[in-house]
């Protein structure tokens, strides 16, 4: 046997899984199996899956109870016949359960479904390179998981512990950044007079107390980056900002205390 199939990636394991099964099985079992494969990450290899990480899968579907069980199930079979190929040390499958039944989490789940995120175009351009970004990492992620568990000693390993964490990070900061593309809209365009300070504006500020000019840019909270001067909307400036006109004063509460500014400009 190959080390590729030894230990293959997601990829592959469902390629051959799904191969096994009778085409009317195979045909309802693809999509929930190519799904998951997707969100895991196809070419991460099975030796390295965890069952904590398997276990967010089910909290993702956004479907209601029935519907998750009936979606879970292809994804549970895939991953009884990874136990049994040997591509996995443990059985997956049982860290697969549907999410409990609660008031609150079925309005969670409503909410979630009618969240609607706005944000501006340049905002949503720079999301997406991120998480272009971050799953082009996922090989190499894999690979610092996969030397770390070379040593066979897990009680003391502390890089395969740091490596997981690091790979755990990295899943999650991607899942993040694909739920906020799915719901973002880009904003559209504003009624407000150029000279109202909105969301996406720039602005140009006084310090009036040391005179010192500062240049902000208001954006939504997933957009902020403070080495640009794109500064929250809820941050403490942003607040005092929205809806302000040039020439106006506002104050803004800091750590040294109160400072004042006067608004010298606003760009759309």
Known sequence: MSPSEQNPTLREAAATYLA??????????????????RWYGADRNMGEMTGHDV?????????TLTDAAAKLEPVRAFLSFARKKGFTAANMAVHLRPPKATKASKAQRRVVKEEVISLTREGIIVLEAELEDLRARRPYMAGELQRAMADKDFRENAPLDAAREAQGHLEARIRELEATLRHAVVREAAKEPASVVILGS?????????????????????EVNPGQGRISVASPVGRALVRKQEGE?????????????RIEKIQA
Request: net charge negative.
């Open 20 to 37: 096994g099964l009778p085409p009317e099985e195979r045909q309802g079992a693809q999509i929930d199996v190519n799904k998951f494969v």
């Open 55 to 63: 276990s967010g899968y089910a909290e993702g579907l956004g479907v």
């Open 202 to 222: 720039t602005v140009l500020l006084r310090n009036l107390k040391s005179g010192a000019e500062l240049k902000y840019t208001i954006v939504s909270p997933r």
């Open 249 to 261: 004063e506002v104050e803004v509460e800091a750590p040294s205390g109160a400072i004042r500014f």
